[in-house]
């Protein structure tokens, strides 16, 4: 059993900031997935085991960074710039094969309860 636990979720203003954390175990491929309200579930941000390879959603692409730190055993997503339209809620995912680099949410076995991030405007 994989056990994800996300938090940092909040309330920010158009063009403000949030990092997201994502306890998650090794050596998985760790996924950010959003879902906003009567919208399907979308692919946000991938990060590899070592870090070193990483994909993002065409919406997000400079705005947003995912980064882990394997010594916490934690995964990042800093926001940057945020709309309005970022506003869902925000789940970390793991794979069923903990290398699996797809990003659709069918490929994901494990999934953290989710944090909620609103962005006014």
């Known amino acids: 059993q994989v056990l994800l636990v996300e938090s940092g979720g909040g309330l920010v203003q158009d063009g403000g900031s949030l990092r997201l954390s994502c306890a998650a175990p090794s050596p998985y491929v760790i996924n950010w997935f959003r879902q906003a309200p009567g919208k399907e579930r979308e692919f946000v941000a991938q990060i590899s085991w070592s870090g070193l390879t990483t994909n993002y959603a065409d919406s997000v692409q400079g705005r947003f960074t995912i980064s882990r730190d394997k010594t916490k055993n934690t995964v990042y997503l800093q926001m940057n710039s945020l709309k309005p339209e970022d506003t869902a809620v925000y789940y970390c995912?793991?794979?069923?094969?903990?290398?699996?680099?797809?990003?659709?949410?069918?490929?994901?076995?494990?999934w953290g309860k989710g944090t909620l991030v609103t962005v006014s405007s």
């Open positions: 995912a793991a794979p069923v094969i903990a290398g699996l680099t797809l990003s659709d949410p069918a490929s994901m076995k494990y």
